[in-house]
């Protein structure tokens, strides 16, 4: 079983910068694939990054490629997604997700684990 906590959070305006954490726990967190999701109102989740256990590949929704940084912690148990020149378009709940499995995916289906969410609201 893990936990996941989301982190980092907030009301920010356009162009700024946020780093949103995702500590999980549990030993075995570094055998997990991650991915952090999005839903904003009236929208579907969607995946925006993902980062496989060892960290060596990482995924980026075309949306946010070049501003979006996902990274890994696994001594720390935490993944974090860096989230650069921040626009209106990426108000949302941001969740992280833990599947187990060491390679990373695209779909909610194939997790396993969630977090409660955190928002992150962009006014412009």
């Known amino acids: 079983q893990v936990q996941l906590v989301e982190s980092g959070g907030g009301l920010v305006q356009a162009g700024d910068s946020l780093r949103l954490s995702c500590a999980a726990s549990?030993?075995?967190?570094?055998?997990?694939?991650v991915g952090w999701f999005r839903q904003a109102p009236g929208k579907d989740r969607e995946c925006v990054s993902a980062?496989?256990?060892?960290?060596?590949?990482?995924y980026y929704a075309y949306f946010v490629k070049g501003r979006f940084t996902i990274s890994r912690d696994n001594a720390k148990n935490t993944v974090y997604l860096q989230i650069n020149s921040l626009k209106a378009e990426d108000t949302a709940v941001y969740y992280c997700a833990a599947r187990k499995d060491y390679d990373l995916a695209f779909n909610s289906s194939d997790y396993d684990y969630w977090g409660q969410g955190t928002q992150v609201t962009v006014s412009s």
């Open positions: 980062i496989r256990c060892s960290g060596s590949i990482t």
């Open positions: 549990g030993r075995t967190f570094g055998t997990y694939a």
